[in-house]
């Protein structure tokens, strides 16, 4: 063997990647399958699994194993394997088992409650519990920030996008505050002149998972490593061999759940086109968060959302849905730009969603950074809303700062990374766009290949090869540089 | 603490009825829901945690806690508690690492080729690979036999049945042999002048379901502690707290998907009404296989295949089936009961059904034993086939010796379990219709409780705590007693 610590390191790793495999089944069938009854024992029977795999990340003889990898010459793909391994090991051993455990039983403890709490409009109630969250969010922060030299809310964002800093985001993010609200703006003075024609409900959810599955398979989905599934919130889970998404129907709309299929396809053929070889280590994973929705967007709004791929997926519409006044390309193409700022992000159109984004970004990060206290967030958000978006949302916190589940568990510095995709989806297109004129020609015609072949080549196969910013500039050219997100929105909103 | 080694014990077992839970799901949804591309990764990931469990039931400090609770002053409960932990700590530690890989690695190579050698009638192609499954089972049978000072096909038998042994079975078995060729003839030679209409096929398998959802809700099957679903092979799966059970429909006939799901809804009960607060030790698990399947045998032949039952729900398959003149409760009580010698096992009648049992019984432990090879097995099916069945195989090794999965991954002294099972369930129904003589009129107008209390009380929550002698015995008044079978037989064909 020729490097035996690293050898070594691997197989722990391949064991603890099996170990995943179980935690994942499990998660998915809980949120696709499970009635309620099992959910205690379900629970119960992953927690077990996930002490045994931090007691593997955690065993003292693991470190000695990863200094002596150190030491060995190891080639350059494995000592970017030993770089994400060791990222893994050192989030697993800089917390105490103390905090993790607290930090569990609050955030799940919370977010329980928060249900009732949102539907009841309740703040001071969620506030109660809340408060404990922020305070073991904050103690981690510390924690991870002592070891990284990183902000203690950088400290958090890393465990999702590695290498991502405040400064790059407040660049960034500062950008598009400059000149987003005014193309919000312009883009619904452009539409006030349209006419859009609703689709005609109900649509049966038979018929939109047979539409939903066709579009899966134009899209390249791997049905031999994978299914689709019904689940309150969409998501995909699964493992990279066997990828589960999940879609949510209503009868009385079709648009959004055959684009949340876009979407999760987009995500699912990220998972199963990761290098088989290195899949059960660090290093053939997903690269970060901000990726792998770079993935999802490349697929939702890149082209999902352009009137070739609806002129591609319009006969699939008609053969499942039927014939509608309403199922015109440009109808279609209407219905999935509409622009409306308004009070929930996970129903904001492509263009304001960032707002939604920018603002959590900066209340999130005051408050880790011990700038602001819970207390202060309704105010916080109500002044934002207004300034980004134009909306009134005092006294409405079910609908306000209460909408999301991200804050309720303590998953803070989760939210960049769905701006961070998006950005990094439309500078991937608009290197695909140069590389392809015709681009939009070929989509229409169902030759997706320009567009499979790129992600696959420069993303899904690199895994987590090289930092995300060397992914970024290897396969594009240059830095992640929102100038491409500005110059796709203002191209599809004001053109 | 008053039992610390017990305690510890406790929370041991508890572990791996965590683990075991995670198995549980990874198994069912490998039959019900995965795609085949996820096979490699699933079954790595199963061993994976397989692996573990073996070592924690293997580990030598365990023993020595073993023999410290041995020491301390238990409860009855807890002494009984004590021994069903045993059972499980000797059976994985009488047999090396070694072998128990080298038995799954051959059962699952065997298993696997003889899908397509049985639908190829390869007898030859299976006998290469059967020879080390056999060599491994007899070695296996060696080690445990020494242990137990059993015969070596009783060692198997015991993983099963414990307790059981080839002296009782012998006695049972015989007596069956004695009065079951006579009563198949006559029940034939009755029905042979009754007339039976067909069902018109075909039916919806979304009616089929909605039809097996509907029993299952009459059986008490709890919905919101498991799932109905689809597999090649119906079976029970899951955990008490979320059982899964599966069916397999086919358009040309619901007969046996519904009554499969009545036979899958009484191992379902048995399992969703063991003792909570035991779930997670071994005496709150279910008490042998045969047990187990005198649940199911109560559901689908005591209760089920009755007139009685069939007229409870004889309104349920018209509502979702439509009207048919097949659909009276005479006509399908005759479906249910009809008697034909064939070559299937599973697809056999309730009458015939024990004569396939103990012709595979008489096989397999001869095999085991060492008095015959797997060479000779044909020709021995061939003769008792033609003995039992007047069934002539000669030559169909597809409907012949090779239509079981049993045998293929070394599962022998299984095929016992079915018919005890049988015998079991007519001996609880002799006492509840000694209990409740209206027996029959109250099934008919839904009133299933004199069944469900008595099985609750007398089996189901008892688990483990009694060995099964006792449990029969302590339920019925008195030990295993094929009489009670042969009278049910009698009754329900020749009456
Ligand atoms: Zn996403
Ligand atoms: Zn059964």
Redesign the interface.
């Known amino acids: 063997m020729q490097y035996p610590a690293y050898a070594s390191l691997s197989s722990t790793f391949r064991?603890i990647y099996?170990?995943e495999?179980?935690?994942a089944?499990?998660g998915w069938?809980q949120a696709a399958?499970?009635?309620?009854?099992?959910n205690?024992?379900?629970g119960?029977?992953?927690a077990?699994?996930g002490v045994?795999i931090h007691q593997t990340l955690t065993d003292p003889a693991l470190a000695e194993v990863i200094a002596a990898a150190k030491q060995e010459e190891l080639g350059s793909d494995e000592q970017a394997s030993l770089r994400e391994m060791i990222r893994q090991w050192e989030h697993a051993n800089l917390l105490p088992a103390s905090l993790v455990e607290a930090k569990t039983l609050a955030g799940s403890h919370c977010s329980h409650e928060w249900r009732t709490q949102r539907a009841n409009n309740d703040w001071d109630g969620f506030l109660a519990n809340f408060r404990e969250v922020v305070r073991l969010a904050r103690e981690e922060a510390q924690l991870l920030s002592q070891h990284s030299g990183l902000s203690p809310y950088e400290s958090l964002m890393n465990k999702y996008e590695p290498g991502m800093t405040c400064a790059e985001l407040d660049r960034i993010f500062g950008d598009v505050k400059q000149w987003l609200p005014d193309l919000i703006q312009q883009a619904m003075r452009k539409q006030a002149a349209e006419s859009v024609v609703a689709a005609q409900a109900p649509f049966a959810i038979a018929a939109q998972r047979e539409l939903g599955l066709a579009v899966m398979d134009k899209l390249g989905f791997?049905?031999?490593?994978?299914?689709l599934d019904v689940s309150h919130h969409p998501f995909c889970g699964?493992?990279p061999?066997?990828v589960r998404i999940t879609t949510r129907y209503t009868e009385d709309d079709f648009t959004q759940s055959m684009m949340g299929i876009v979407h999760e396809t987009g995500h699912a053929r990220y998972e199963q086109n990761l290098p088989r070889d290195t899949v059960h280590l660090p290093v053939g994973r997903a690269r970060s968060m901000a990726v792998h929705e770079s993935q999802s967007l490349s697929f939702e709004m890149q082209l999902g959302r352009s009137p070739a791929f609806l002129a591609l997926i319009q006969p699939l519409v008609c053969q499942h849905l039927g014939e509608q006044a309403a199922f015109s390309v440009e109808n279609l193409a209407k219905i999935y730009t509409r622009v409306k700022p308004d009070f929930i992000r996970v129903d904001a159109d492509e263009l304001t969603y960032p707002a939604h984004v920018i603002l959590r970004y900066e209340i999130e990060r005051a408050l880790i950074d011990g700038e602001i206290e819970p207390d202060d967030i309704p105010a916080l958000w109500d002044e934002k809303m207004q300034v980004y978006l134009g909306v009134d949302t005092r006294g409405n916190f079910k609908n306000g700062c209460l909408q999301d589940i991200h804050w309720t568990d303590g998953s803070f510095g989760y939210f960049p990374s769905y701006t961070l995709g998006a950005m990094y989806a439309a500078q991937y297109f608009a290197t695909i766009r140069q590389l392809h004129p015709d681009l939009d020609q070929r989509i229409a015609v169902g030759d997706l290949a320009p567009i499979f072949d790129w992600l696959k080549a420069n993303i899904w196969t690199q895994a987590s090869r090289w930092e995300t910013a060397e992914l970024i500039e290897r396969a594009t050219g240059e830095p992640l540089n929102p100038a491409h997100f500005r110059a796709h929105l203002t191209q599809r909103y004001l053109a």
Chains 1, 2 share one sequence.
Request: proline share 3%.
């Open positions: 064991r099996r170990f495999h179980l935690l089944l499990a069938d399958m499970m009635p309620d009854g099992g205690d024992a379900r119960a029977a992953m077990e699994l045994l791997d049905f031999n490593a994978g299914r699964g493992v061999e066997d």
